[in-house]
């Protein structure tokens, strides 16, 4: 039978409300009946719960946008990979969700409504199945660590080697389980172009709690290995000639670096300006490369901007107020990347001042992000306008991963800056759980 979005969303207003009880009874009725699945999730599931619930409102509403819908279901096939999730999987899920449903939209229940959850969650599993079966690269790399240096207290700059050649485009970020955590994935922006020797680079802030990005910055050393998830991403570097705006909050600067890079390389010679801003003089971590790169460009103008240090003689100011006192922006490629309500603000300010929202690069992520990492969605507690703050848990560069639900503590909420928000089960390639064969 066809879909029947109207059925669906009527019956999901009955679950809507109570979504943080419908998550605790999806997966205590998952796990009660599959408990061997219970090993796959990381130790606490309150983020995950969270995760759950988002995911799947999001999925309802997008019913009335099948192409948005597919490509998004798509994605999370693809991602879920590199956790081994085979088809029976789906079925296990399939069975809590709708079980959850019915439980929840008792009053509102009927065979109709059952037929019409059923055909929905038969589609979405074949889009994913399908796209995970059509995917030909690995689901997951094993990385060496070949360089680790710390840039100030709390940032260090990673340099890894895959055991095999990782194709990706400038802008993109990777998921990365450390074995200090396993079952955890992190999300992190590549701060490089392609290389010649397929290396990448990435800018990581401990965040004060966080078990992956303390892992990376405190405990990860030269010759460590880590796991990789797949490059995902669409702020990617234009082809339109266009001059370039680039504004970085924190690490947030990482994948600006990378699109800036791959610019340089290609030979054009559009205007560049990379607006950096942080909070403190001394979290610039990354200005001796920058000044090289530009020294060696002449067309790339750096901007440091820094918004709490009275002692700083360079520019001082909030992001979004230092994007609007240059000329016009209105013909420029704009990429905005960092903290949450900083990226909002930024993008405020630039289509008010005229820059199609065609011309605005930044990653979406789902709006219920709580570890400020959200390219969308309002100003939340702890979130600032500006850089990178311990207790944001900083945009890109540093992003939780949306695709495990797990963020990087336990009480975390998922966000990115990408592509994917929830995976359903997933296991450690390392220790052979869910999978077969890997990079």
């Known amino acids: 039978m066809p879909l029947n979005p109207r059925l669906i969303k009527e019956s999901f207003?009955?679950?809507?409300?109570?979504?943080?009880?419908?998550?605790?009874?999806?997966?205590?009725?998952?796990?009660?009946q599959h408990p061997q699945l219970r090993a796959l999730y990381p130790p606490s599931m309150e983020a995950h719960r969270d995760r759950m619930s988002d995911v799947l409102t999001r999925l309802v509403w997008m019913l009335d946008s099948p192409e948005e819908l597919t490509s998004y279901l798509a994605q999370l096939g693809r991602d879920h990979r590199k956790y081994g999730v085979s088809p029976e999987h789906y079925a296990a899920v399939g069975d809590a969700l709708l079980a959850t449903i019915r439980n929840f939209a008792a009053e509102v229940w009927t065979d109709e409504v059952e037929a019409a959850w059923t055909e929905a969650y038969a589609m979405a599993a074949k889009i994913m199945t399908d796209a995970a079966a059509a995917e030909t690269t690995p689901p997951w790399w094993l990385a060496e660590v070949i360089g680790h240096e710390p840039r100030t207290r709390d940032i260090a700059v990673l340099t890894l080697r895959p055991s095999q050649r990782m194709d990706f485009a400038p802008g993109q970020y990777i998921t990365v389980q450390t074995a200090r955590w396993p079952r955890v994935w992190r999300r992190f922006s590549i701060a490089n172009a392609p290389r010649a020797d397929g290396t990448l680079r990435l800018h990581v802030r401990a965040v004060p709690g966080?078990?992956?990005?303390?892992?990376?910055?405190?405990?990860?050393?030269?010759?460590?290995?880590?796991?990789?998830?797949?490059?995902?991403?669409?702020?990617?570097?234009?082809?339109?000639?266009?001059?370039?705006?680039?504004?970085?909050?924190?690490?947030?600067?990482?994948?600006?670096?990378?699109?800036?890079?791959?610019?340089?390389?290609?030979?054009?010679?559009?205007?560049?300006?990379?607006?950096?801003?942080?909070?403190?003089?001394h979290d610039l971590y990354d200005m001796p490369d920058l000044a090289r790169m530009e020294a060696a460009y002449p067309w790339l103008r750096v901007v440091p901007v820094v918004s709490d240090?009275?002692?700083?003689?360079?520019?001082?100011?909030?992001?979004?107020?230092?994007?609007?006192?240059?000329?016009?922006?209105?013909?420029?490629?704009?990429?905005?990347?960092?903290?949450?309500?900083?990226?909002?603000?930024?993008?405020?300010?630039?289509?008010?001042?005229g820059v199609p929202l065609s011309l605005i690069h930044?990653?979406?992520?789902?709006?219920?992000?709580?570890?400020?990492?959200?390219?969308?969605?309002?100003?939340?507690?702890?979130?600032?306008?500006?850089?990178?703050?311990?207790?944001?848990?900083?945009?890109?560069?540093?992003?939780?991963?949306?695709?495990?639900?797990?963020?990087?503590?336990?009480?975390?909420?998922?966000?990115?800056?990408?592509r994917t928000d929830d995976d359903a089960i997933h296991g450690d390639p390392r220790r052979g759980e869910m999978v077969r064969s890997g990079a």
């Open 13 to 32: 207003s009955a679950v809507e409300p109570v979504a943080g009880k419908v998550a605790g009874y999806f997966y205590g009725r998952l796990f009660a």
């Open 210 to 281: 966080g078990w992956v990005s303390t892992a990376l910055v405190r405990h990860t050393r030269v010759g460590d290995q880590l796991l990789l998830g797949p490059p995902e991403g669409t702020m990617t570097p234009p082809e339109s000639g266009r001059d370039i705006l680039c504004v970085a909050g924190g690490t947030g600067l990482a994948p600006l670096k990378a699109v800036v890079e791959h610019v340089i390389a290609s030979g054009e010679r559009p205007n560049i300006h990379l607006l950096f801003g942080v909070r403190h003089a």
């Open 309 to 353: 240090d009275p002692a700083y003689e360079g520019l001082r100011g909030l992001l979004p107020d230092v994007v609007e006192q240059f000329h016009s922006w209105a013909d420029h490629e704009a990429y905005v990347c960092g903290p949450p309500a900083m990226v909002d603000e930024t993008v405020r300010r630039l289509r008010s001042a």
């Open 362 to 418: 930044r990653d979406p992520v789902p709006d219920d992000a709580s570890h400020g990492d959200s390219s969308r969605g309002g100003r939340r507690h702890g979130e600032a306008t500006h850089g990178d703050r311990p207790d944001e848990g900083t945009g890109h560069g540093d992003r939780p991963d949306e695709g495990t639900g797990h963020g990087d503590r336990p009480d975390e909420g998922a966000s990115h800056g990408g």
